[in-house]
């Protein structure tokens, strides 16, 4: 069975929804060289991240997990697609995510972002009075407890690959993940990696050349079932919203803008 096509994203089955079996590519991401050193000198500023890892163990341990991948047939296509190393923090407790992305993660794409884009804003929106702390648990297809028992025990690296899921809707990029194959270092993108990408690579949705898609964050489930988590740019400007997927009362969105992302991640 084919997994991802061969431009990196989820093949279609009857039972997900998506905009269009045949990619659209209207929006896209732009695949920059991977500069590690500048990646993880971001996230020792901006993330957190302990100073004491140096720039070849975190380019070793990337490359590393880049090789099994690769190696994998049903996952070696993922890196035909937009691919992002990335480095988190050790974290101390993950008993209240939605605190943790108001308070932490979110603080700190802003940091990242606009220390490289002064002249540009970061926002958070939160429509319909909605919240962060409290509200957050995760979808249990999503197989992000794995990665979460991994940040808890010190820092994890990974590669965040944002538009192996575009177009298909917040339900089928769960779904999905109960029909790939068992593994214990892969996880439906949340809140956590997606900002580690970004705190690193500030840049990944600015582009001159492309319209960007909007970032999902779809391991992370709302107390409020109609609201989603994403990240999205306008022109030079990002901002994160906590808004929803309800086209109407029981159609939930499917757009060729939104894509959603998987994460393979290692201990380092």
């Not at 919240?131 to 957050?136: C, D, F, N, Q, V």
């Not at 994890?156 to 917040?170: K, M, N, R, S």
């Not at 997606?194 to 001159?208: N, Q, V, W, Y």
Request: charged fraction near 20%; glycine fraction near 6%; proline fraction near 5%.
């Amino acid at each position: 069975m084919i997994y991802f096509n061969n431009n990196g994203r989820r093949a279609c089955v009857d039972e997900f929804r998506v905009f269009s079996e045949v990619p659209q590519n209207y929006y896209q991401l732009k695949q920059r060289e991977i500069n590690y050193s500048k990646i993880l000198a971001n996230s020792i500023e901006f993330g957190g991240v302990s100073s004491n890892i140096k720039p070849d163990q975190f380019h070793l341990v990337c490359e590393k997990l880049k090789k099994e991948i690769k190696a994998n047939r049903d996952f070696e296509n993922l890196f035909n697609s937009t691919h992002i190393p990335f480095i988190c923090k050790k974290v101390d407790s993950v008993k209240d995510l939605g605190k943790d992305l108001e308070d932490i993660e979110l603080p700190g794409i802003q940091r990242s972002f606009t220390s490289m884009f002064p002249d540009s804003h970061f926002k958070a929106v939160l429509q319909s009075n909605s919240e962060l702390p409290g509200s957050i648990t995760l979808d249990p297809r999503a197989r992000y407890e794995g990665f979460l028992g991994k940040c808890l025990a010190g820092n994890v690296v990974g590669w965040y690959f944002p538009q192996a899921l575009q177009e298909f809707d917040i339900e089928s990029q769960r779904k999905q993940m109960t029909q790939l194959p068992e593994l214990d270092n892969i996880c439906l993108s949340g809140g956590i990696d997606i900002a580690a990408a970004i705190i690193g690579s500030p840049e990944l949705l600015i582009s001159d050349d492309f319209y960007a898609p909007i970032l999902c964050m779809s391991a992370y489930v709302h107390s409020d079932p109609r609201l989603v988590l994403l990240l999205k740019s306008y022109g030079p400007h990002m901002e994160f919203w906590c808004m929803t997927q309800m086209l109407s009362r029981n159609i939930t969105q499917v757009s060729e803008q939104w894509t959603g992302g998987i994460t393979f991640y290692a201990s380092i």
